[in-house]
């Protein structure tokens, strides 16, 4: 490897160190939990040391080191945590982290042991709760696919050489049609899987009450996978066992990695978001409609595109770990792509029907 290009992938790997470190001291600041902030700082202070070690590496080939700055992914994060919690972003923190992890000199294995321990590991097969901090994902992805969608429709009527009307009803048209059908999928896909933990609670309820013993080793077994010495997991789990209502609940949160309470949150809730989001998405095409004709709302509706992509590449790289550049010319790439088919298809169409 040349000199030049070590030096930039030297850079980038104190870059990714350090924003980890700025994330985890500003979790840890915001953390509600005095456990879990003590753990955030143990995170960040290896962060830091990781920083060092390519800041060394950098001095040593006798390039320059950058001067620390937070990162865009950190600012964002951030004020996401400070609004809805730590535990709202942490699933993207742990996407960001396997995206970002390096081979590095560094021990990190205390690292990783830390990273999960604000999270404690709830069930037996290491599953988090990642419902609420999934939601900014679904957020970004539903807003994508309204915009895509209805920006690819509108480029259809365009090539089909419609009236500004008719762009506009068909835009609207799609919007409506594609927000009521996320929003139904949502509905569905939330109930079906309330209905499938609730069928699963309800065969370990009735498991426990033809076979307790089998319960009590099952628990057992559990804490045993955690660390627990075997004598005193057996004995705390019969302690367990002698309250049924106790032992089930431990079973369904700890071996099958259900939260008994939530079952797959809100349906209503899921539908009304996927319904607002796809919406979100699927207006930036077609509002310039709304106040511009001819030639300058199709130039105005594909800057508005344009914006939209923009943000939602901004959010898609909060996920990936991909830089923000490379995730807003890919999405750019993909929505241009989609849109110059159906441009095609809708000017043959046009054609073909006036002849």
Known sequence: MSKPRSARHYRGNLRIERDNAALYDNLAELASDERLSRAYRRIADGERANALFWEAR?????????????????????????????????????????????????????HRDHFLEPQAPTTRSGRHRTQSGNTLRAAVLGANDGLVSNASLVMGMVGAASGDH????????????????????????VNSSREFYQAQIAARAERLAVAPEDGTRSIAGIYREKGMEPGTAEALAEQISERPRTALDTLVREDLGIDPEELGGSAYGAAISSFCLFALGAFFPVVPYLFLHGHAAFLASMGSTTAGLVLIGMGTALFTGRSMAFSIARQLGITVSAAAITYAVGHVLGAALVG
């Open 166 to 189: 008719a762009i506009l009803l068909a835009g609207f048209a799609g919007l409506v049609a594609g927000a009521c059908s996320m929003a139904l999928g949502e509905w569905l896909s």
């Open 58 to 110: 950098l001095k040593q080939m006798g390039a320059a080191v950058p001067p620390p700055r937070a990162g865009a992914r950190v600012r964002v994060l951030t004020w996401f945590a400070r609004q809805f919690g730590t535990e709202f972003v942490m699933p993207t923190v742990v996407r960001l982290e396997h995206a970002d992890h390096l081979p590095t000199p560094v021990d990190r294995s205390g």
